[in-house]
């Protein structure tokens, strides 16, 4: 025990000074903003002699947003612990039970910490296209009177409500991955795996779609120009995702794919039945994701506002009309509907509406959800045997197709025409005129494989670093006997 947890501190310190080095020299506009002096002696003087108009208040934090966003918090938490946690741990035999809910609750813990350390300098800060800066490593600067940016000019929450929103998306994404290999992994090659993919797959990914300066800088055209050349890569490039469709569900469910390619199958996999010890659980779950999810959706709007409504609105819709085409395609494909279908149909709705849903209107929403759901189920069944990975519990049939499904059709569906937001121009202060659906789903489409090319990369060369340091893959023992005893002494089920 104590010998894989050296390593496993050794490899992580490691990885955190490797992932420093790479964003510092990748970092110019941070380099140069520190270089920057902040006015010249003469320019002081000047403005002395000068009258001085009076500067315009801060912003100041509206106690309706910061309550909002803190609630939001609260239920993506419960999204990871107990909700996935149960909907995973149903869906595994119940000698793996255990062995689950240990790898969320740790993960969710770990991620946590590193988020403060230095997850959300690198996210949420001024760097390059790909990487943030370090101005807010071990969240040096960060104070109660420290504001963040909405989506709407002048309008504010605290830093803190917003580095603990975001902080808790890093953490359930992380934990997403572990469905695809579940029953066979080793608990401290996993921690590893995490780290390195949390550092170099999840926090660029979510810099490129997420990060800008914010709505105040875009106040004339030069100014719109340079806020946006300051921004992550995806979002410079137009890329629409409101609460995580590339940067969560296809990002994990990638990393989920390659892990069940590199692991490899489960003992007796297609020879032994492997079914679900308590869809009672799997149900439960489910119902809490979903439930949370309205904090997941909702609360990315930043604001108590009717973009938060409608996208609280469309996650309801969306999420149900998926439960009702999964349950269909059942019907008609097996002859009986079930409980498993209903649960992951919901899951599947859940994630094709996280990044259209502040950006769709309802219809819009009830159509992206029926199509989820039809394609989702075929991405647990046609789409699996032809990929030939045993994706334990169907990341990628469900995150991975629902997340690409998703990201497309928000092109689609964000149209004006259609129902949709359209884009938001923030110079005119106005909504813009000329929406492209051709042209938006093809920004959607290069975003998606960008994604899935940055995290496959990343999550191969971990696994294999892993392998190499100190093995992926449980004896086969301990593997039959099951993760909770073996990696855990203990069980789920006594007597």
């Known amino acids: ?10 490899a992580s310190a490691t990885a955190l000074a490797l992932g420093s080095f790479t964003m510092a020299v990748s970092s110019p506009a941070f380099a140069a903003e520190e270089a920057k002096p902040a006015v010249t002696a003469p320019a002081a003087a000047a ?10 208040p801060a912003p100041v934090a509206n106690k309706g947003d910061t309550a909002w966003i803190m609630i939001c918090t609260a239920l993506v938490i419960i999204m990871t612990l107990p909700g996935l946690g149960l909907f995973y741990g149903g869906l595994v035999r119940s000698k793996n039970m255990l062995s689950v809910l240990m790898q969320c609750m740790v993960i969710f813990s770990l991620i946590s910490v590193l988020w403060a350390v230095y997850g959300y300098s690198i996210a949420f800060t001024p760097g390059s296209a790909f990487f943030g800066g370090f101005d807010r490593l071990f969240l040096a600067g960060l104070t109660p009177e420290s504001m963040a940016a909405t989506f709407s000019k002048g309008v504010v929450i605290p830093e803190f409500a917003f580095f603990s929103f975001q902080g808790a998306f890093a953490t359930i994404t992380c934990c997403l991955i572990i469905g695809a290999f579940a029953e066979r992994a080793k608990f401290s090659a996993i921690l590893l795996f995490i780290v390195l ?14 990060f800008w300066p914010g709505p105040d800088a875009y106040t004339d055209a030069a100014a ?13 490039m137009g890329a629409l995702d409101f609460a995580g469709g590339t940067v969560v569900h296809i990002n994990a469910a990638v990393a989920g794919l390659v892990g069940a390619f590199v692991i490899g199958k489960r003992i007796g996999f297609g020879k032994e039945a492997m079914k679900p010890h308590s869809l009672t659980l799997t149900m439960v779950g489910a119902s809490l994701l979903w439930f949370g999810w309205f904090g997941f959706n909702a609360g990315s709007a930043l604001e108590a506002s009717g973009g938060a409504a409608m996208g609280f609105a469309n996650t309801f819709l ?21 409980m498993l279908g209903a649960a992951s149909g919901a899951v599947a709705g859940l994630v094709a509406i996280t990044p259209a849903a502040g950006f769709v209107g309802p219809m819009g929403a009830i159509v992206i959800g029926l199509i989820s759901g039809f394609l989702c189920l075929w991405g647990v069944t046609g789409l699996k045997r032809m990929l030939g990975a045993d994706d334990s519990l169907d990341v990628f049939g469900v995150h991975g197709v629902g997340g690409i499904v998703g990201a497309l059709l928000t092109g689609v569906f964000a149209a004006p025409a259609l129902g949709g937001t359209g884009v938001y121009d923030y110079v005119a202060n106005a909504v813009a005129a000329d929406y492209s659906i051709v042209g938006q789903v093809w920004i959607q489409a290069k975003a998606v494989l960008t994604t899935v090319v940055w995290s496959g990369v990343v999550s191969f060369i971990a696994y294999k670093l892993v392998d190499l340091v ?4 449980v004896p086969e023992d301990e593997e039959r006997e099951g993760l909770d005893i073996s990696s855990h002494g203990e069980t789920a089920y006594e007597g």
């Not at 993919?197 to 997420?210: D, E």
């Not at 100190?470 to 893959?473: A, S, T, Y």
């Open 224 to 236: 719109a120009e340079a806020a946006t050349a300051a921004s992550g890569w995806l979002f410079q």
């Open 470 to 473: 100190i093995g992926l893959r």
């Open 318 to 338: 969306a999420t149900s009309a998926a439960v009702l085409t999964w349950s269909l395609g059942e019907w008609i494909g097996k002859g009986k509907p079930s």
């Open 47 to 56: 403005a002395s002699a000068a009258p001085v108009a009076p500067a315009a």
């Open 197 to 210: 993919w949390f550092t170099f797959s999840y926090l660029p990914i979510a810099h490129m779609v997420w």
């Open 1 to 10: 025990m104590t010998h894989w947890i050296k390593r496993l501190l050794a």
